[in-house]
Structure formats: structure tokens, C-alpha cells
């Protein structure tokens, strides 16, 4: 890959970006919203060749993270493309995004398919032969970019730890390996020969509450700083050390864990109907942002509580920091919104209105899309629009941390229900998520962030700014990038990155069960 993009690929590349229209809720100025209406949007040639230049800018950037010999993506970089200087560590997610944009790239021109062909099988031949916990086909959460091998220290290099399987991190993975089985036909022998040794049994706890939990994770070998359980779910191999949490909220994205064990028939459709939409509306529960508000439903023989905060005339169920990520960044894959339009189908489009109303309307920031980042002030960090979130420690949307506390009616009074918000800090890759529902509002946004804020390099949007100070973080994080080309694949690529996630049986296996639910989401 040359280090700059002639015109002549500037132009193929832009042609390929032509979209003959997206179906998106219409949004009237910065708060006005009709839920039933639905507008065809149609791009113009400027909105294609702004988006085409966003796109081989960030693949330049993801190019930069990649290490030539292994294939393998580093977790991030710094400002310079040309010179990039690796973090020296990289996961199954971080790999599994590099797999996807690789796809968008080629479906948008920006490289070849021989080229695609050779950095997926580059890639998915590096991982078939890495160090991984056998007997569930799964890979640990940190290996080294340049060498394939297992990390033992962590990511900052200060302490020894013990390599941990993660569910999410693997799940992530499986979702790339999908992907590329179907867009990269010539893969596909060697991306199942990954896949179909993955077993997601290992997680699904079915003890954990009626219909079962998937587990966080688990070690191969019992680490020395915490308590874990042993065991084994699936009964396959020697027991492993379960670490003492599982992913008990729906609106995650940790859901993922799920969809990939439902798609490949290794987890009960039960598991989905047991995470909470909302906590209960109990006084036990006022440890949370706010009362929810609901109703009971039962599915598949289980009592599920349909309850939804409220936000701004909105009622949604609420993630668990109001960030852009774990709500819609499992919409990537499975089209969440079309197979459930009683649920996903009304929550998506009003999560995004909850955060262009807060970066506009209510904190008055001028800008929008919060989603955990690097901080501009160094390191990383969570942001989020705190009221559509349940922690009660809150993803601020701001560098000063300002935290919402609407109270918990009836139990315990708010202690900052009409926050005044400071230094909003906003994370493009959010923006980019919420294309596929707002697709006008999140280019402005995106053109404003790029010309007015300057928080764009030659590789793309930097991973976040802080829109008073300016403050930017002149950084690119492989997962982050890795979801604005997803995001450009499906608005772009008539649903690039979903089509090809979504084969006959994948559907067959997830939509009736998601389709099957109504939340209580709506305008009030």
C-alpha cells in the first residue's frame, strides 16, 4: 500500500460510493422528530466525495496500525501515518475490525481485490496458527501485533498478567470471520476452518438465572490476584477459571456473545429473554440513574420487565452508560432494526435523537456523538449521554466529568437532575454509527467536526475532541476506525457489512427471536 492515493483511485473510489438511497427516520432542525416518517435519503456528489475521502483516509490510517509481516493490527497509533508508532499489543476485536474494513475497502475501490484477497489471508493464516485456548476454539485478550505471540504483561507493559478469553472480544472476532466468508468467497475454506472450531457453549452459564447468562470470560489457568470459578460449561476439555461476572443488560454490546452463539446454534434462545432491558422499578434498584417506567411480557416462557427511562419527551431503554457504542454497534452486523422493528426498530433511531438533542438542545455543545474514546487530555475514557445510561457513576459527555442525578421517584431524590455541562467532548466513530439512521446530521456533524474543530489528520478523525478547549486526541484506535468503516460499508454499501454477516441460516437462527419482542420505547 503506497503511502498516498492518487487522483485517478480518489476518483474510482468515489463513484463506488454512490448510494441510491437509505431508508432514515427525518429529523426537522436539531430536535423535531416523527417517528412514523420515514424520508429516502439521497446523497449528493459533495456527500460522496466527502464520505470517499473519510474512507481512504481512515484505511490509511488502519493500514499504518498493521504490522507487514503478521497482518495483525495494533490496538492503536499515534498521529503519524507515515511513521506510526505501534502500541505493541492487539486483541481478537482489534483483528476482527481490521478483517471487516478490509472488506469495505475493496467493495469501495480503495484497494484491489487482489490486494483485499492477500491481507485477509495474511491475517486469518497468522490467527489459525496463534496460541489460543484449544478445546473452546477461542483466543486470549492480548497478543502482540508483530510477533502473534500471547502477551504475559499488560498492555502498559508494568505488570504481569494472566491471559484472559474474553466472550465479547471473541465474539467480535466471530463476527469478522462471517463477514469475510461471504464477501471474500476465495477465504472462506480458511475463515471457517477458524470458526468452526469456536464454541460459545464455553460461556452460556445456564444456572446463572432462569434462561441462562453468558460469562463475561474465563482464564486457562487460575490467576493469582482474583477469585474465579471453576468449571466448564460446555464439557469439553479440562475445566477453566470463570472470572465472577456475567452480562445480565440487553442494551450491550455484549449482546454479540449471544447473537454469534444463537447463529451458530451453540446457546438457547432463552439467554436473550434473560438480561434486563431495564434494572426493576423496585426501591432495592434506586441505585441507578432513574425509575424506569413498564410493563411485564412473557417470551419463551420467561417474565421480562419492558422497562424504559425517559429523556427529552423520549422513552428508550436505556444502555448502561448512554454511549453510542453499546447500543448500536451490534446493529453493524445484525440489522437489528429490520428484524425487530418493534424493539430495536424504535430504540435505535430514538438513541440517536437522545444524542444529537444533548450535544445541541441540552448541553449546548454545538456538536454530537459521545462513546467511550481516548481523553484528550491523555489516556482513555468513557463519554456518554448520562441520562439514557443506568450507571449511576455515569459516561459524562464532558472533560469535567459533570454527572446527572435524576433521582429514583419515590426512593431517593436526585442530587443534580439540571447539570450545567462544561468542555463536551465528542467522538467521531459515534457519529458514524448513527449514519444509518441520521445520515444528514451525522455528516454535517462530522464536516463541522473536520473543519471547524481541525480534529482530523492524514489518517482520518482523531478518536476524540473537546469542543470548548479544542483539545484533541492525536491518536487512532484500530477498534474505532474499524467501526467508521463498518458504518460507511452499510450506509455506502447498501448494507455491506450486514448482508454479508447475515446468510439464510444466520437469520433464520436470530430474527424470529428478536422479532418476537415490543419494548416500551416511544415518544412520551
Partial sequence: MTAFISRRTLLASTGALALTGVESPAFGGTSAYTQSSKDRWVPSPADRATVGRWARDTW???????????????????????????????????????????????????????????????????????????????????????????????????????????????????????????????????????????????????????????????????????????????????????????????????????????????????QYFATYRTFPDTCDWSWVEQKPKGVHRTYLGLDVFEGTYEYRGMRLVPSWGGDMFESLMPDLFVPEATWAPRSWGLNHPLTVRAQIEHGLDDAKYGYWGFSPASNPKGGYSVYGVEPIGMDPGGYPSDLEGTNYDGGFEGCREGTNPNPTYGDGVVTPHAAFLAMSYAPRQAIDNLRKIETSLHAYGAGGFFDSVAVKSGLIARRYLSLDQAMVMGAIGNVFGNDLIRRSFASRTVEQRIRPLIAMEQFGSGLV
Fill in 60 to 270: 490509511r490510517s488502519i493500514v499504518a496500525m498493521t504490522d507487514e509481516k503478521t497482518g495483525l493490527p495494533a490496538d492503536n497509533i499515534g498521529e503519524s501515518v507515515t511513521n506510526p508508532v505501534r502500541s505493541n499489543y492487539t486483541s481478537p476485536t482489534n483483528i476482527g475490525g481490521y478483517l471487516w474494513s478490509t472488506v469495505v475497502a475493496r467493495h469501495l475501490g480503495i484497494i484491489s481485490p487482489q490486494e483485499s484477497l492477500r491481507r485477509v489471508t495474511q491475517t486469518l493464516t497468522t490467527m489459525k496458527n496463534a496460541v489460543h485456548h484449544v478445546p473452546s476454539g477461542m483466543y486470549f485478550n492480548w497478543y502482540d501485533e508483530a510477533t502473534g505471540e500471547v502477551r504475559h504483561v499488560d498492555p502498559d507493559g508494568t505488570r504481569p498478567i494472566t491471559p484472559f478469553v474474553s466472550s465479547v472480544d471473541n465474539a467480535w472476532f466471530a463476527c469478522a470471520l462471517m463477514v469475510v466468508r461471504n464477501a471474500e468467497p476465495r477465504a472462506r475454506v480458511l475463515a471457517d476452518s477458524i470458526l468452526d472450531r469456536m464454541n460459545f457453549k464455553f460461556y452460556y452459564n445456564p444456572a446463572a438465572r432462569p434462561g441462562g447468562l453468558m460469562r463475561g470470560g474465563f482464564f486457562e489457568t487460575p490467576p493469582p490476584d482474583e477469585e474465579t470459578d471453576k468449571g466448564n460449561h460446555a464439557g469439553v476439555g479440562p475445566d477453566v477459571y470463570y472470572r465472577k461476572f456475567h452480562y445480565d443488560t440487553c442494551n450491550t454490546e455484549a449482546r454479540i456473545a449471544g447473537y454469534i452463539g444463537f447463529a451458530l446454534n451453540q446457546v438457547p434462545h432463552t
